[in-house]
Each structure stands twice: as C-alpha cells, then as structure tokens.
C-alpha cells in the first residue's frame, strides 16, 4: 500500500474533528453560493478532480484553508521537483491516518527553480491508471469491506442501474449473512458507462442517501431528488475525471440544480464519498 491509497477520509481516532470539519466545510460553501454569482463548487470540484495526488477530502480541507490553491503538496513531493518549503510558512493541514494531520504547502508557499505548470499538472494531476478488472475490483471491496453487492444484470435500455438497501433480521446472531446494500448495473452497457454507473450508484450508498453504516458513511436521506442526484453526479465527475475516463456528471450536475438545491448539499460528504469509491478502486 503506498502512501496515496493508505491516505485515507475517516480515520477512527478523529471522529469528532470530522464531524466538526465536515459541518463547517459544508456552512462553508452554502453560505458562499449567493445567487448570480458563479457557484463556489464549479471550481471546488474541478480542484479536487484534476489533483490525483491527494485524497478528495484533504484537497478539500486545503480549500477551505487557501481558497483557490491550484497546487498542494507535501515538503517531499515539492523536493522531488527542486523546490524546497519557505521558513516560516503557514502549513495547510490535513488528515493523515495513524498522526492524525500532516503538514502541506502550496506551490506560494515554496522557493526554488522556476516550474512550468505544465510539470506541475504532470506531476499533480496525473489520472489514477485505469487497470484491468477495474469494476470486479471495486465491487469485490465494497463487498468485503462495507457489505455491498453489486450484481451485473441484463437490464432495459432505460435502466443503468440502482441501489437499494437489503432488510437485515434485527434478532440474527452474529453478522448478517446477506449484504446490506444491493447495487445493480446494466450489463448491455459499454464498459466505461458500467463503470461510470457503478460509481453512480455506489456514491447514493456512501452519501448516506440509503442509511448509515456506523463510522464509516453517516445516516443522510435527503428528502429532494434534486439534492440525491447532484451529490451523486457529483462523486461521479470526481472520481471519473480523476481516473481520466469520459462522463456527462458536468452537464447533468446543473441540470439538477432547483431552488435552494445548494442550501441542502453536503460538499464533505461528497468528497467522502469520492475518496472511499476511489480507494476501492486503487
């Protein structure tokens, strides 16, 4: 495991710092979507979709500490391109497992040899590689890791796919024998809209739109379709871009804009979400 995939959203001995982070980020950016103006998370998530080094979390925690930084680092992957972190400089923190924070700086907050951005997109934003068994492998994770079954199935031409949540027997000892969640997806479906629909529908389970699952996603059931969807396509836009692959999450993201869509939307849980779908995919 290197140091991207260990890098992980939720880290159990802070469960209160991130449950107070996650409510400010989202206090955050519902206070900055005023109407008329352009909407904060246009460019939020292109930042955190086009930066593949870190997690989508602390690339948004970095956010929220030097908004609009279009580079963020750790003091190593700065050396490795010759630059070294300034004295004195005001560190961005984020969430690192087992410290629990680590220290990074953006690209202001360091000296060295001029960087062409077009080495910095290079080396920040490099796609996460798409290898082969891509949906095998993140439907076998989200099976053993958070009970989620996901079934390839021969559905109409309408249908990707959906979620829905499995009826578990509260007087069952031990552990459920079925899983708590059942995702279907498409087969007829090319392998890139399998994959993108997959995403979809795994991002409605850990945005907590079916229900929680203790400290790993929280309970959230947003009563509007509206709200549903837009965090959906949202986790979907981030983790397809970041992997390079081809989606219309952008266009239909304003398509589920209504009023007071914003007001209801949690930008930390999405990012929550983008990174534990993306980590079942590493």
């Known amino acids: 495991m290197n140091a991207r995939q260990a890098e992980l959203p939720i880290d159990e001995g802070i469960d209160a ?35 593949t ?3 989508p979390f602390n690339l948004m925690l970095a956010d929220l500490q030097r908004p609009g930084a279009r580079y963020v680092a750790f003091p190593d992957t700065w050396r490795d391109i010759g630059r070294q972190v300034k004295p004195a400089s005001i560190p961005i923190i984020v969430l690192w497992p087992f410290c629990p924070v680590r220290c990074a700086y ?40 958070d009970r989620i079954d996901v079934k390839s199935v021969s559905l109409a031409s309408t249908r990707a796919g959906d ?9 069952a000892k031990g552990k ?14 090319h392998p890139n809209a399998q994959f993108t629909t997959l995403v979809h529908e795994l991002a409605h389970v850990y945005l907590g739109h ?13 009563n509007r379709l509206d709200v549903r969807e837009f965090e959906a396509e949202a986790v979907t836009f981030i983790v397809c871009k970041r992997f390079g692959l081809k989606s219309n999450s952008a266009e239909y993201l304003n398509g589920y804009i209504k009023e007071n869509t914003i007001q209801h939307v949690s930008h930390s849980a999405i990012a929550r979400a983008a990174g534990r779908i993306e980590q079942h995919a590493r």
């Open 17 to 51: 710092i991130l449950r107070d982070t996650a409510d400010r980020i989202d206090e955050f950016y519902r206070a900055a979507s005023d109407p008329g103006a352009r909407p904060p998370w246009v460019d939020l998530f292109n930042r955190i979709s086009s930066q």
């Open 53 to 55: 080094h870190m997690a």
């Open 106 to 145: 953006e690209l202001a907050d360091t000296t060295g040899d001029p960087v062409e951005d077009a080495l910095l997109d290079r080396v920040f934003g490099e796609p996460v590689e798409v290898r082969a068994g891509l949906i095998d492998r993140v439907a076998r994770h989200a099976l053993k890791e």
């Open 163 to 171: 979620a829905r949540a499995v009826e578990v027997d509260p007087k």
């Open 176 to 189: 459920p024998a079925t899983p708590g969640r059942v995702v279907r997806v498409n087969s007829n479906l």
């Open 210 to 222: 079916l229900g929680g699952s203790g400290k790993k996603w929280p309970d959230r059931r947003p």
